[in-house]
Nanobody
Framework: VQLVESGGGLVQPGGSLRLSCAAS????????MGWFRQGPGKEREGVVV???????SYADSVKGRFTISRDNTKNTLYLQMISLKPEDTAQYYC???????????????????????WGQGTQVTVSS
């Protein structure tokens, strides 16, 4: 899977951005897809994960402000971000990972270790 992010940039606090992740080499609707971020001096953290059914899991810090979506016809993942804060400043990464199977059904691992394909990242800077 090849993933290419775009859409990052410099935005003022309270502003909005939409990140895109164009995928090739596979169909993203068959995978766990996620957005992760890594701020200066911080570990990479999960922002949101979406599974093949479209079920989502957001980090508490972005709930109500970020929305993940997937356009299967374009094989592209999106992250709409509103009400951006300086603490959202980070390199944002798109990632793809396998669905895992249990007696309860399929699920995604929500940490970076559960994802095997990564884009190169796009920088989001929130500053006045």
């Amino acid at each position: 899977v090849q993933l290419v992010e775009s859409g990052g940039g410099l935005v003022q606090p309270g502003g909005s951005l939409r990140l895109s992740c164009a995928a090739s080499g596979t169909t993203i609707s068959n995978y766990c897809m996620g957005w992760f971020r890594q701020g200066p001096g911080k570990e990479r953290e999960g922002v949101v994960v979406i599974d093949s059914r479209g079920d989502t899991s957001y980090a508490d810090s972005v709930k109500g402000r970020f929305t993940i979506s997937r356009d299967n016809t374009k094989n592209t993942l999106y992250l709409q971000m509103i009400s951006l804060k300086p603490e959202d400043t980070a390199q944002y990464y798109c990632a793809a990972g396998p669905l895992y199977h249990s007696s309860s059904g399929t699920y995604c691992v929500r940490t970076p270790s559960g994802f095997v394909s990564w884009g190169q990242g796009t920088q989001v800077t929130v500053s006045s």
